[in-house]
């Protein structure tokens, strides 16, 4: 009698296949901080202090207090400045061969960032709780509410947020 654990597993692997095609999840790492910044994990109650080289991935959620400021690099060279009084959900971080796909939720308070100009089948994008924002290659800050976004040369598709 043969095993079918080869069979089952070569069946599951067909079914995961799909899913790990821009699964890879990136890093991007603290580069200074400025007074107070912590990090929330997610599905954990408790914020932990950030500090220069810590590293952040998808679903983390990270603050910053009064009369502070939080610099991430991304893996694509991408710089983003959280200023004081901000909350940001990483919502996605993703690398797949040098395509990158990057979604920032601002729950609360103010971003900087200088996006890395987007290769073909990349994406950066913010969303507030009242719009979503496509950046391609450039520099800027939004702001959660009142929303407001500001742009240097580059694109920027700007959406009405569905509330997801």
Same mark, same amino acid.
């Given at each position: 009698?043969?095993?079918?654990?080869?069979?089952?597993?070569?069946? $599951?692997?067909?079914?995961?296949?799909? +899913?790990?095609?821009?699964? +890879?999840? =990136?890093?991007?790492?603290?580069?200074?901080?400025?007074?107070?910044?912590?990090?929330?994990?997610?599905?954990?109650? /408790?914020?932990?202090?950030?500090?220069?080289? +810590?590293?952040?991935?998808?679903?983390?959620? $990270?603050?910053?207090?009064?009369?502070? /400021?939080? $610099?991430?690099?991304? +893996?694509?060279?991408?710089?983003?400045?959280?200023?004081?009084?901000?909350?940001?959900?990483?919502?996605?971080?993703?690398?797949?061969?040098?395509?990158?796909?990057?979604?920032?939720?601002?729950?609360?308070?103010?971003?900087?960032? =200088?996006?890395?100009?987007?290769?073909?089948?990349?994406?950066?994008?913010?969303?507030?709780?009242?719009?979503?924002?496509?950046?391609?290659?450039?520099?800027?800050?939004?702001? =959660?509410?009142?929303?407001?976004?500001?742009?240097?040369?580059?694109?920027?598709?700007?959406?009405?947020?569905?509330?997801?």
């Amino acid at each position: 009698m043969q095993s079918s654990f080869p069979r089952i597993s070569f069946c $599951v692997f067909l079914f995961l296949l799909p +899913a790990l095609s821009f699964s +890879a999840t =990136s890093a991007g790492k603290v580069r200074s901080v400025l007074g107070d910044a912590e990090r929330q994990k997610q599905n954990l109650p /408790k914020w932990e202090a950030l500090r220069v080289g +810590a590293k952040i991935i998808q679903t983390d959620r $990270v603050r910053t207090g009064q009369e502070s /400021k939080l $610099v991430l690099t991304l +893996a694509d060279g991408s710089i983003i400045t959280i200023t004081e009084r901000s909350e940001v959900v990483i919502d996605e971080l993703l690398e797949d061969n040098g395509k990158y796909k990057t979604s920032l939720d601002i729950k609360a308070g103010r971003l900087n960032f =200088s996006a890395q100009k987007q290769g073909r089948n990349s994406s950066f994008s913010f969303k507030t709780g009242t719009a979503v924002a496509a950046i391609r290659g450039t520099r800027g800050a939004i702001n =959660s509410a009142p929303f407001f976004a500001g742009l240097a040369p580059g694109q920027f598709a700007i959406r009405q947020s569905t509330g997801d």
